[in-house]
């Protein structure tokens, strides 16, 4: 079994809906990052999350740590939202461990 | 504010060869890290340096290894070449302390033939 688990693997949408990704992870975390990965390669850092809830313009990260979950909402999706979004678990030491990332496709 | 840089953009490679690829952290940043990323097999850790010391590294053989220098600027090192080498390698930096944010540099491509 993977340590972190990522879903959807996929998920098109339409512009304006409300996108929900998840993240459930079964090992003991200092911290959980999102990212984000355009097709060009480059990696944007969206969040780092310990516990709670951070936001950030249309973006919203929560974690649950008694769950060992993790959610990503955008809300008011738009094409330029496009991207493959990626869960990391931070187990101390600065080694990450990634899930295999969900792709994200929002048509105009 | 410079954000993190890599070179070369794309390297070609032939197996059995050593590739040298080269990361510089955004100013003030003391620590670096290195992922792989495969076709298919998602993102993994390779190396993280900080002050530099190499501080950790994932389950690599070897023959990836790398430095940090008195600038924080770093340098992976990729010998004897395999096909399997072939990946989108990226750099990103940090404060290095506690849990400070991920900066990542745009990676480069490593083509192995």
């Known amino acids: 079994k993977n340590e972190v688990e990522q879903s959807p693997q996929n998920l098109t949408a339409q512009e304006g809906e409300f996108i929900t990704i998840n993240c459930s992870y079964s090992?003991?975390?200092?911290?959980l990052h999102w990212l984000q990965q355009h097709p060009g390669g480059g990696i944007v850092s969206l969040f780092m999350l310990s516990s709670g809830k951070k936001k950030h313009g249309r973006l919203i990260a929560t974690i649950n740590i008694q769950e060992k979950h993790s959610s990503l909402h955008i809300t008011a999706s738009h094409p330029r939202d496009s991207a493959v979004y990626i869960c990391a678990l931070d187990q101390g030491a600065q080694k990450l461990v990634f899930g295999q990332g969900t792709r994200l496709t929002i048509n105009p | 504010e410079a954000g993190v840089t890599q070179s070369p953009t794309h390297l070609i490679k032939t197996r059995g060869q050593q590739a040298t690829l080269r990361c510089s952290p955004i100013?003030?940043?003391?620590?670096v890290y290195w992922y792989q990323q495969a076709l298919g097999l998602g993102l993994q850790f390779l190396l993280w340096?900080?002050?530099?010391?190499?501080?950790n590294r994932g389950n690599f053989p070897p023959r990836f290894s790398g430095r940090q220098f008195p600038n924080y600027s770093s340098e992976l090192n990729v010998n004897a070449l395999e096909l399997e080498d072939s990946a989108l390698y990226l750099c990103?930096?940090?404060?290095?302390?506690?849990?400070?944010?991920?900066?990542f540099g745009n990676g480069t491509r490593l083509t192995v033939t």
């Open positions: 340096y900080d002050e530099g010391e190499e501080r």
């Open positions: 090992v003991g975390i200092s911290a």
């Open positions: 990103a930096s940090s404060l290095g302390v506690g849990n400070s944010p991920l900066h």
């Open positions: 100013s003030g940043h003391t620590s």
